[in-house]
């Protein structure tokens, strides 16, 4: 029981859970849960703790947490939902390839230097190179 939610499995995703890959100090963090409401309607358990609830942030069917500090992201979908499995795929083909965490290093120094103030635009410029990984983890 993570949390005091008895279903929730977690997973280690982000940059943290790739070795070698440069990483903020922040861990991120996917759960899931049979029902996703179960967690909203818990959202004060996890403010006790220490998170703050921002809702779905931006995708659809998320309950999102994020904890200053230690600095945590917490991402909650219910099973089934597609965000689960293209976490964990990029985090795995991550895991699998040398290669690609050379080539996402060198791609996040430079967003990191070009967008240092614009965090969104930081997190856009990755986004094509997440989508190739996955593409050809697909054509294997």
Do not use: W
């Not at 929730?8 to 070698?20: D, F, K, N, Q």
């Not at 986004?127 to 050809?136: P, R, V």
């Amino acid at each position: 029981m993570a949390l005091g939610i008895p279903d929730l499995v977690c997973h280690h995703i982000g940059s943290t859970a790739v070795p070698e890959l440069m990483a903020k100090p922040c861990i991120d963090v996917l759960g899931v849960v049979a029902e996703i409401q179960s967690v909203r309607d818990q959202a004060s358990r996890f403010e006790s703790l220490g998170y703050e609830y921002r809702g779905e942030y931006g995708i659809p069917g998320r309950a999102y947490f994020a904890m200053a500090r230690p600095r945590v992201h917490l991402h909650v979908f219910a099973e089934g939902h597609p965000q689960i499995d293209r976490h964990l795929e990029v985090v795995g083909r991550l895991q699998a390839s040398p290669e690609a965490v050379r080539a996402l290093n060198v791609l996040k120094r430079s967003l990191a230097d070009k967008f240092s103030e614009d965090q969104s635009s930081y997190q856009a410029g990755k986004a094509d190179f997440y989508e190739q990984l996955l593409s050809e983890s697909e054509d294997t």
